[in-house]
């Protein structure tokens, strides 16, 4: 009798892609640490797991949107977006007196210890006096990592407009760089090989890259039906494919099997 494959627990990620138009159509990609076992040297978009944190009943009093007509999960998920990408990028989506924090948000040193564990991210947005700016989040799309993985998430991914007036600058641990880069220009340097993108972040990128600007790319996201992604392995007359739901937006994908694994 053969034996089950053992469970992987599928754990709740959330992701950010940060937009801006000047000087043209770019998101923010920053590139994973090479010492980093899950997708090392990669250009991904900033996020991660959500942590205990993110649920703390405290946010209340610290957030712009997550109201009644959000769930608990949502409201963390979407907060555990906002602290990934000021760990990763220091760039900090809240707003302090009506209006966007602008400038350095915290030093590198406040980053590292919020992304340590050993400073909560609450206490960084309290003492500066802000409230992290969940309207400002559109979804763009959800996806499962296929139950073959060793590591599995259920990953939502956002976007938001950046802050005109904060530089996105990398933490030098999890990230080694972080830079602005127009879609269809990442989608190049991806099919050339000078740059490493992982399917998932490829086949964003690549459905990103259909929007002409920040407006434009969250107008689309917010017309378009969510379609949760898990893709499924299909035997094809080459081969073992990864293809993924036709109606999801992404177009008919049969990605071979061996360059995802």
């Known amino acids: 009798m053969s034996e089950k494959a053992p469970t992987v627990e599928v754990r709740p990620a959330a992701t950010i892609l940060l937009l801006r138009d000047t000087p043209s159509f770019e998101v923010l990609m920053v590139e994973r640490h090479h010492q980093i076992d899950f997708a090392s040297g990669a250009l991904v978009f900033p996020g991660g ?4 944190g993110d649920h703390d009943p405290a946010w209340a009093e610290h957030l712009i949107g997550g109201g009644s007509d959000m769930d608990s999960d949502q409201r963390a998920l979407r907060i555990a977006a906002i602290r990934e990408v000021f760990e990763e990028a220091g760039v900090l989506l809240a707003r302090r007196d009506g209006r966007m924090v602008s400038g350095e948000a915290a030093p590198m040193d406040v980053r590292q210890a919020v992304d340590r564990g050993e400073l909560p991210f609450l206490s960084v947005v309290r003492d500066l006096g802000a409230k992290l700016d969940l309207d400002s989040l559109t979804v763009f ?11 599995r998430f259920d990953t939502w ?3 938001a407009k950046a802050p005109e007036d904060q530089l ?10 972080a830079t602005w880069i127009e879609p269809k220009e990442a989608l190049r340097k991806a099919e050339t090989g000078e740059r490493k993108i992982i399917f998932p972040t490829r086949m964003n990128v690549q459905l990103l890259a259909e929007a002409s600007s920040a407006e434009d790319a969250i107008a689309r996201a917010r017309a378009r039906p969510l379609v949760t992604v898990l893709p499924q392995i299909e035997e094809r007359p080459g081969g073992k494919v990864l293809t993924l739901p036709p109606h999801a937006g992404y177009g008919d994908v049969a990605e071979p099997l061996s360059s995802v694994m």
Do not use: L, N, Q
């Not at 797991?49 to 205990?52: M, S």
């Not at 996105?168 to 760089?177: I, N, P, S």
């Open 157 to 159: 991914f956002y976007m």
């Open 49 to 52: 797991k959500w942590h205990d």
């Open 168 to 177: 996105a600058a990398c933490d030098g641990h999890e990230t080694v760089d």
């Open 141 to 151: 799309s959800r996806w499962i990592t296929p139950v073959m993985m060793p590591k």
